[in-house]
């Protein structure tokens, strides 16, 4: 019983900061470039992170599936932004998110055991 209380803490703890991570990032991409065009010009610029908004969004029902979208997520991230040649944004973006899904896929497995 306590073990399956710890897992859904850390479900939780998992959800939230990956929506922090996501609202962070996408505050930044709408203000990025901002003073010359304004932020809603920016809306294309921040279309990867609405659509991470609301896979995480889909976490909160149902985790697996919404953790399988994030890791693919992840995976897109790598490709869109060539993560692999420019080595901080693989490790400031593009793991944390995979990692973070991977978390969350894990733990709705053990929940489901």
């Known amino acids: 019983m306590e073990k399956q209380k710890i897992i859904k803490y850390l479900l939780y703890f998992t959800e939230i900061l990956l929506l922090i991570l996501a609202i962070g990032l996408l505050i930044f991409a709408l203000l990025s470039g901002a003073e010359s065009s304004g932020a809603l ?5 921040a279309l990867p992170w609405i659509i991470l908004v609301i896979f995480i969004c889909i976490t909160f029902r149902w985790q697996i599936i919404g953790g399988i979208l ?3 997520f992840g995976i897109f991230t790598i490709l869109f932004f060539s993560a692999i040649q420019i080595i901080w944004i693989l490790f400031l973006i593009s793991l944390p998110i995979i ?3 991977a978390i969350l896929t894990s ?3 053990m929940l489901k055991k």
């Open 41 to 45: 010009k920016n809306i294309p610029n």
């Open 70 to 72: 994030i890791i693919l």
């Open 99 to 101: 990692i973070l899904g």
């Open 107 to 109: 733990c709705a497995f």
